[in-house]
């Protein structure tokens, strides 16, 4: 089972980054999937969550109205679209697959937002 992030890089405040996580080793259509945030020194933070078929989003009110998150079944794939990103957005960015009890990880890509 791999999950890779990719797609941080430094950014400006204001800016657009989208990342991608791709998925092998394991049925992708048949996990909920979401995005995950963390700084050092603080808990992981949840971010944005797309169930397994794509019919249903959900958002933390930190990211509401500038990220969208989306998957593509088909490319065993799933984004995280960051609009209008501000320095405190600043994480490593990891996505999570779950389904029931299971769930995996990847490693995560950092996203820096700084002038």
């Known amino acids: 089972v791999q999950l890779v992030e990719s797609g941080g890089e430094l950014v400006q405040p204001g800016g657009s980054l989208r990342l991608s996580c791709a998925a092998s080793g394991f049925t992708f259509s048949s996990y909920a999937m979401s995005w995950y945030r963390q700084v050092p020194g603080k808990e992981r933070e949840w971010v944005a969550r797309?169930?397994?078929?794509?019919?249903?989003?959900n958002y933390a009110d930190s990211v509401k109205g500038r990220f969208t998150i989306s998957r593509d079944n088909a490319k065993s794939t799933v984004y995280l679209q960051m609009d209008s990103l501000k320095p405190e957005d600043t994480a490593v960015y990891y996505c999570n697959a779950i389904r029931g009890v299971v769930a995996y990880w990847g490693q995560g890509t950092q996203v820096t937002v700084s002038s």
């Open positions: 797309i169930t397994n078929t794509g019919g249903i989003r």
